[in-house]
């Protein structure tokens, strides 16, 4: 059974950092591309990032160029997604999804709130 | 970027009936499509890839037609699990979402 659980959200301040955590099992995790997306409360859906089945390329939306960095080990099954200079519009849920465009399976996400 | 935009934004229907969403690309996006179904609480599932092309364990009542800018999912009879938002989304160009349907019971 194919599974991501996503983990490291919580309150933080404007301007603050946190790393999210997404433990994968079920699949072979080196041989797919992983994304992140995001949903601000009651609203859609926004792509944030996504990296290489080798992590040797890796793509962002606009807003978080610069702040963001997604990352992987392969090793450990695991993708991460540092988040600094943390924004009140960065608050949502955070989603850990298989695939580069196409996320065919997600997380149940993991909430980031980022106010004073 | 290219934006997508669904409509309606709310549909009230009965289960049974047959509903068609649709969406709309503000450019040729081909057949890079692909609709998701949240419902309350849970994380999006991909229904429809490449259009048409069910993802796999989704019901044959979901279809997915269109091509180039404009775009429907049909659900042909409704159930009570398919109440919910749905959300299109190309992947041509980066990736985004449209806005969303929601599907409310009438």
């Known amino acids: 059974e194919v599974q991501l659980v996503e983990s490291g959200g919580g309150l933080v301040q404007p301007g603050g950092s946190l790393r999210l955590s997404c433990e994968v099992s079920?699949?072979?995790?080196?041989?797919?591309?992983m994304s992140w997306v995001r949903q601000a409360p009651d609203k859609g859906l926004e792509w944030v990032a996504n990296i290489k089945d080798d992590g040797s390329e890796k793509n962002y939306v606009d807003s978080v160029k610069g702040r963001f960095t997604i990352s992987r080990d392969n090793a450990k099954n695991s993708l991460y997604l540092e988040m600094n200079s943390l924004r009140t519009e960065d608050t949502a849920i955070y989603y850990c999804a298989r695939r580069g465009a196409l996320a065919d399976y997600w997380g149940q996400g993991t909430l980031v709130t980022v106010s004073s | 970027e290219i934006v997508m935009t669904q409509s309606p934004a709310t549909l009230s229907v009965s289960p049974g009936e047959r509903v068609t969403l649709s969406c709309r690309a503000s450019?040729?996006?081909?057949?890079?499509l692909a609709w998701y179904q949240q419902r309350p609480g849970q994380a999006p599932r991909l229904l429809i890839h490449g259009a048409s092309t069910r993802a796999t364990g989704i019901p044959a009542r979901f279809s997915g037609s269109g091509s180039g800018t404009e775009f429907t999912l049909t659900i042909s009879s409704l159930q009570s699990e398919d109440f919910a938002v749905y959300y299109c989304?190309?992947?041509?160009?980066?990736?985004?979402f449209g806005q969303g349907t929601k599907l409310e019971i009438k």
């Open positions: 450019q040729s996006i081909d057949s890079n």
């Open positions: 989304q190309q992947y041509i160009n980066w990736y985004t």
């Open positions: 079920g699949f072979s995790f080196i041989n797919y591309w």
